[in-house]
């Protein structure tokens, strides 16, 4: 059975920071492209953040709007991915999903159920 676990969601105020994980359970991470979403009610998945696999140096990339603000990375010991978020806003308020997707098998995709976010005072 493969699956990414996810954990860390929860309630924060604006300005405010916290820290998402997803943990594969049932395989290992260290040949998939790992990236961060997030959706909110009656618009479309974004894309938030990736990294890339250790022999592509781990290379990140970030929408826009977290720039500054948010940090991914991954532990791949641990097979887990994090998603730090800093100086949260309520615009960031959403359903945070992770994916991995094989770097040679795009086939092999998994997808986090999704944990919820909400910035509010």
């Known amino acids: 059975q493969r699956q990414l676990v996810e954990s860390g969601g929860g309630l924060v105020q604006p300005g405010g920071s916290l820290r998402l994980s997803c943990a594969a359970s049932?395989?290992?991470?260290?040949?998939?492209?790992l990236s961060w979403y997030r959706q909110v009610p009656g618009k479309e998945r974004e894309l938030v953040a990736s990294i890339s696999n250790p022999r592509r140096g781990k290379a990140t990339t970030y929408t826009d709007p977290v720039k500054g603000r948010f940090t991914i990375s991954r532990d791949d010991d641990q097979s887990t991915v994090y998603l730090q978020m800093d100086k949260v806003k309520p615009e960031d308020t959403a359903v945070y999903y992770c994916?991995?997707?094989?770097?040679?098998?795009?086939?092999?995709?998994?997808w986090g159920h999704g944990t919820q976010v909400t910035v509010s005072s």
């Open positions: 049932g395989f290992t991470l260290n040949n998939y492209h």
């Open positions: 994916n991995a997707r094989h770097i040679a098998f795009s086939e092999n995709n998994f």
